[in-house]
């Protein structure tokens, strides 16, 4: 009865504070709509490219360019003929074309090819890549250097992302949860500022009871933040290949862990700011430690159960990134992703109940 009361009370407060409820609900969600605007483009794009070849010798080359095609079939290249060099840089620069490719006689007659864009963007990245392949795989062919080894990249299976944005979503519904840990952080200072701490302890109230009530509540927030998540990439555009209960219930597993490093936190802050400050910092190195933002190296250090562990598995919410995305983006089921849900439930407990006891130790003994 003591956890329903103390969830009761929790709910109560934030329910009087609704910009804050709105601020810790609304903020993930913001983020996604900017990252999925400034995302949401083709993993494998036909790459409009401009063309400038005033000879024939370079008729070859332009046909190769034309011809490459991706495993699936589709063109690499959009290749358009250009004589304006001046129509073509301002093509590249309103991002109209991505990269311009120059095919003209040097002063010794002999033809060079030169490749022109905007090295700060993606697309002129990737671009590039297959052009400088596509034109070393020609010029060795009119050398007359057999062609020994070509790579070829094909999908392990037909479900793929298809998008930037789908790719990288489910690392931001893993940000929306772990930022709860500042809240958390954050409603507990608030308990300690109050003095509500001090009254508890000359209570029957047992540590435990207390943060479990709150964590109920939190873990309630948790879950409405994934909802909103999974809602608002659907209205994105995002594509899903696996089902959606079985990664609501990663992202509750993920969210035990917020909750725990919350926990942790409020043991060593004095104030409400804190709380926010020091939380959000922990929330963030999960985040870069996890893989959300960018993929890190595995750095394995052990293997078990015939699964590699790296380095930074000890952080719970990188197994979560992984079966998100192997789930929404994979159409994996929960027997391939059992192993990573397994050590993200374990560490997420071991995290809850270290913040139990430091909390317990630091916090609620009377005398203090």
């Known amino acids: ?14 329910a009087r504070e609704p910009a804050l409820l709105a601020l810790a609900i609304s ?8 990252f999925t605007l400034a995302s949401n483009t083709p993993r494998l794009s036909t790459h409009p490219v401009l063309v400038m070849n005033p000879d024939r010798r370079g008729q070859p080359l332009v046909e190769a360019l034309t011809a490459e095609r991706y495993a699936d079939g589709r063109p690499a290249f959009k290749i358009t003929l250009t004589t304006d060099r001046d129509a073509a840089e301002a093509a590249l620069k309103d991002k109209t074309a991505t990269a311009l490719v120059s095919i003209l006689p040097d002063a010794a007659g002999q033809l060079r090819v030169t490749l022109r864009g905007d090295p700060t963007s993606m697309a002129f990245t990737e671009a590039g890549i297959l052009l400088e392949t596509v034109t070393s795989r020609y010029l060795e062919h009119v050398a007359g250097i057999a062609e020994k080894v070509r790579l070829v990249a094909t999908p392990v299976s037909t479900i793929t992302p298809q998008t930037y944005s789908d790719l990288y979503t489910p690392g931001l519904m893993v940000i929306a949860v772990l930022l709860n840990a500042s809240l958390v952080a ?25 943060l479990a009530g709150m964590s109920v509540v939190q873990m309630a927030l948790a879950g409405l933040e994934v909802v909103l998540m999974f809602l608002c990439a659907m209205a994105l555009g995002f594509h899903n290949h696996g089902s959606l209960g079985l990664a609501f219930g990663i992202g509750l ?4 862990s917020a909750i725990g490093l919350g926990l942790i936190v409020a043991c060593f802050v004095s104030n409400d700011s804190q709380a926010i400050n020091v939380g959000g910092t922990a929330a963030m190195v999960q985040v870069f430690l996890s893989g959300a933002m960018f993929p890190l190296p595995p750095l394995t250090v052990f293997t078990f159960a015939g699964h590699e562990v790296g380095l930074f598995d000890i952080v719970p919410a990188s197994h979560v990134v992984l079966a998100l995305q192997q789930v929404m983006c994979y159409g994996a089921g929960w027997r391939e992703v059992s192993f990573q849900i397994a050590m993200a439930a374990g560490l997420s407990a071991l995290y809850f109940a270290l913040g139990v006891i430091v909390f317990g130790r630091k916090q609620m003994r009377l005398g203090r």
């Open 186 to 210: 954050m409603l507990i200072a608030r308990e300690m500022r109050w003095g509500t701490l001090q009254r508890l302890r000359l209570t029957c109230l047992r540590p435990w009871e207390l």
């Open 1 to 14: 009865m003591n956890v329903v009361a103390v969830a009761r009370k929790s709910t109560l407060e934030l």
């Open 27 to 34: 903020v993930p969600v913001f983020f996604m709509v900017i």
């Open 253 to 256: 597993v993920l969210s035990f």
